[in-house]
């Protein structure tokens, strides 16, 4: 079984910065792709951004130059540098891998618990 586990999230002022972190465990072949999402009150959840295990990243356009994703492949974790946050950047944030559990098993998704992120004075 796979796990995704984060951590990082916490209440912050406006302007502040805080780095999530996911780290992925159990049984992995391959991740191909890992990702940030967000799910705010009453709204969908939305990405945030991703990253391919090459390095090529997609990050939405209401957090370009103030987010930055990043990945550690060795261990199984991705980041999410979060500056210059807004209040409307809060949200319940989620870890999700695009991976493969063997080398014979077809593509599966599969998502962290979430971890809060409030911006507020």
């Known amino acids: 079984q796979v796990q995704l586990v984060e951590s990082g999230g916490g209440l912050v002022q406006p302007a502040g910065s805080l780095r999530l972190s996911c780290a992925a465990s159990?049984?992995?072949?391959?991740?191909?792709?890992m990702g940030w999402y967000r799910q705010a009150p009453g709204k969908q959840r939305e990405l945030v951004a991703s990253?391919?295990?090459?390095?090529?990243?997609n990050v939405a356009d209401s957090v370009k130059g103030r987010f930055t994703i990043s990945r550690d492949n060795a261990k199984n974790t991705v980041y999410l540098q979060m500056n210059s946050l807004k209040p409307e950047d809060t949200a319940v944030y989620y870890c999700?891998?695009?991976?493969?559990?063997?080398?014979?098993?077809?593509?599966?998704?599969?998502w962290g618990q979430g971890t809060q992120v409030t911006v507020s004075s």
């Open positions: 999700n891998a695009d991976l493969k559990e063997t080398p014979w098993s077809g593509r599966a998704d599969y």
């Open positions: 159990g049984r992995i072949f391959r991740i191909n792709v």
């Open positions: 990253i391919t295990s090459g390095g090529s990243t």
